[in-house]
């Protein structure tokens, strides 16, 4: 009977909605994720350091520019260019000095600060971040991932490696912001790079 009644908690939909109560949906958890980076600063086990040093981090946010079309007697808006916008991401500063080294690396890749000459193209420090949300598993029990955010083309535009303060027991952390080109969600066909096909109406209308 108990069993029975956490069908309950939630509102009814319409008949023509599947229909009665149904049970809420699982949400995916803000604690249950990992952070992959590839081609990050020099080595393979650079973007690693990371990985097990993060503390949290953002996802990612598309925003399309607007394009406006006065008309007689009102305005008409379509969506122009499309920009990802940066995510944040908070990193321990471990004492053995792995994240600041591996931090260190890539920024010299994007510019190298000993010698003042930069990259000569963006191939040769751009590197692949992937943000994997988890179900919760591990050890024996290895851990699902049930979605990943996959970001191309990133660079570090902005580093800050935070404060001292005598009059706290904070550990020490170092800000990253990440620009990237473009986002993919996958597993594919559940997200944003899904296929859906040119969208065409067969008309010249604008809406």
């Given at each position: 009977m108990a069993t029975a009644s956490q069908?309950?908690?939630?509102?009814?939909?319409?008949?023509?909605?599947?229909?009665?109560?149904?049970?809420l949906l699982m949400p995916k958890l803000q604690f249950r994720f990992r952070l992959n980076f590839l081609n990050f600063g020099l080595g393979s086990t650079a973007?690693?350091?990371?990985?097990?040093q993060v503390v949290d981090c953002s996802r990612p946010n598309v925003q399309f520019q607007e394009i406006t079309l006065p008309v007689y007697n009102s305005t008409l808006y379509l969506a122009g260019k499309h920009q990802w916008q940066p995510i944040t991401i908070n990193i321990r500063d471990d004492a053995s000095g792995s994240v600041a080294k591996a931090v260190g690396q890539q920024v010299q890749k994007q510019m190298d600060f000993v010698e003042q000459a930069s990259a000569?193209?963006?191939?040769?420090?751009?590197?692949?971040t992937n943000i994997e949300i988890l179900d919760g598993g591990n050890g024996a029990n290895a851990p699902a991932v049930l979605e990943t955010w996959e970001l191309y083309g990133c660079f570090l535009?902005?580093?800050?490696?935070?404060?001292?303060?005598?009059?706290?027991?904070?550990?020490?952390?170092?800000?990253?912001t990440l620009r990237y080109d473009n986002a993919i969600q996958s597993p594919l066909g559940a997200g944003v790079g899904t296929s859906v096909g040119r969208a065409f109406g067969g008309t010249s209308a604008t809406g």
């Open positions: 069908s309950l908690f939630n509102m009814t939909v319409a008949s023509d909605n599947a229909g009665g109560n149904q049970g973007g690693l350091a990371l990985t097990k000569a193209t963006g191939q040769d420090y751009k590197f692949q535009q902005n580093v800050v490696y935070g404060a001292l303060n005598y009059g706290t027991s904070d550990v020490v952390t170092v800000a990253l």
